[in-house]
């Protein structure tokens, strides 16, 4: 547990960095070219937020605060027509984005630091998994609010 308090410290300590290297992924992937027309300092804001506060988010915060955050996200991106593909896709970024700064980092050479990495990696696993799913449910509600607003309209 020691070490991945420490390789969260390692990442949070890093996510200015981290938030502006996934900025660049998304300025250069056309799997979310709609991300393109939201304003840069919203995206790196979410992200340096996740990523500055992590051991808050896999520690402190519960499924009911993911749920909560992600499903705020998911509507404000289909507010923003964003496809849903593209905001998956956005948060599978996010997080191959922190794989590449984690294998990036020291070797790990101690059966210990290995354990504790295993267990930072189940954590990050739920973690996203659970963002990834608030997210498309968030998504899928404002699109059905936004739908059942122009029925209402049309009835009128």
Same mark, same amino acid.
């Given at each position: 547990?020691?070490?991945?308090?420490?390789?969260?410290?390692?990442?949070?300590?890093?996510?200015?960095?981290?938030?502006?290297?996934?900025?660049?992924? !998304?300025?250069?992937?056309?799997?979310?070219?709609?991300?393109?027309?939201?304003?840069?300092?919203?995206?790196?804001?979410?992200?340096?937020?996740?990523?500055?506060?992590?051991?808050?988010?896999?520690?402190? /915060?519960?499924?009911?605060?993911?749920?909560?955050?992600?499903?705020?996200?998911?509507?404000?991106?289909?507010?923003?027509?964003?496809?849903?593909?593209?905001?998956?896709?956005?948060?599978?970024?996010? /997080?191959?984005?922190?794989?590449?700064?984690? /294998?990036?980092?020291?070797?790990?050479?101690?059966?210990?630091?290995?354990?504790?990495?295993?267990?930072?990696?189940?954590?990050?696993?739920?973690?996203?998994?659970?963002?990834?799913?608030?997210?498309?449910?968030?998504?899928?509600?404002? !699109?059905?609010?936004?739908?059942?607003? /122009?029925?209402?309209?049309?009835?009128?």
């Amino acid at each position: 547990m020691m070490f991945s308090y420490r390789l969260v410290r390692l990442i949070e300590s890093h996510a200015d960095a981290l938030a502006a290297g996934l900025e660049e992924k !998304v300025q250069g992937s056309l799997q979310v070219m709609h991300f393109r027309d939201i304003p840069a300092h919203e995206l790196r804001e979410r992200v340096y937020e996740i990523y500055r506060h992590l051991g808050e988010w896999l520690l402190g /915060k519960n499924e009911l605060d993911i749920e909560h955050r992600y499903r705020d996200i998911g509507s404000r991106r289909a507010q923003q027509k964003v496809p849903l593909s593209e905001v998956v896709q956005a948060i599978v970024l996010t /997080k191959e984005n922190l794989w590449e700064f984690l /294998k990036s980092g020291p070797v790990l050479d101690r059966a210990i630091e290995i354990m504790g990495e295993l267990e930072l990696l189940q954590m990050l696993e739920m973690f996203f998994d659970r963002a990834i799913y608030y997210a498309v449910v968030g998504y899928e509600e404002e !699109v059905a609010r936004a739908s059942g607003e /122009k029925h209402t309209l049309r009835a009128s």
